[in-house]
């Protein structure tokens, strides 16, 4: 099984980017998935998920500028982000399953795609 982030990038402050996360080896289809990112010198944060039926959740920095969604004929999974802000700086991570309410973390994680938002 594997997760593939990509489409990171630099993007000045207030732009818009789309990530995407291909899965393959399984279908995610009836797991949450979810993005995590980790800011330069910090910890790894929750960003935002989105559940089998398509249920979301989002971190509050990030609540009106960021929408998760799926698609899972590609079993792939995107967050659109808006009016990004520097402090949006991370390595951006996608991972599955994740369960919205509550249980283990993760099990698979792609190996991560940085975004850098200039000032």
């Known amino acids: 099984v594997q997760l593939q982030a990509f489409g990171g990038g630099l993007v000045q402050a207030g732009g818009s980017l789309r990530l995407s996360c291909a899965a393959s080896?399984?279908?995610?289809?009836?797991?949450?998935m979810a993005w995590f990112r980790q800011p330069p010198g910090k910890e790894r944060e929750f960003v935002a998920a989105?559940?089998?039926?398509?249920?979301?959740v989002y971190r509050d920095s990030v609540k009106g500028r960021f929408t998760i969604s799926r698609d899972n004929a590609k079993n792939t999974l995107y967050p659109q982000m808006n009016s990004l802000k520097p402090e949006d700086t991370a390595v951006y991570y996608c991972?599955?399953?994740?369960?919205?309410?509550?249980?283990?973390?993760?099990?698979?994680w792609g190996q991560g795609t940085l975004l850098t938002v200039s000032s």
């Open positions: 991972a599955a399953p994740y369960y919205l309410s509550s249980g283990p973390p993760p099990r698979y």
């Open positions: 080896g399984r279908s995610f289809r009836s797991s949450g």
């Open positions: 989105i559940g089998s039926v398509g249920t979301t």
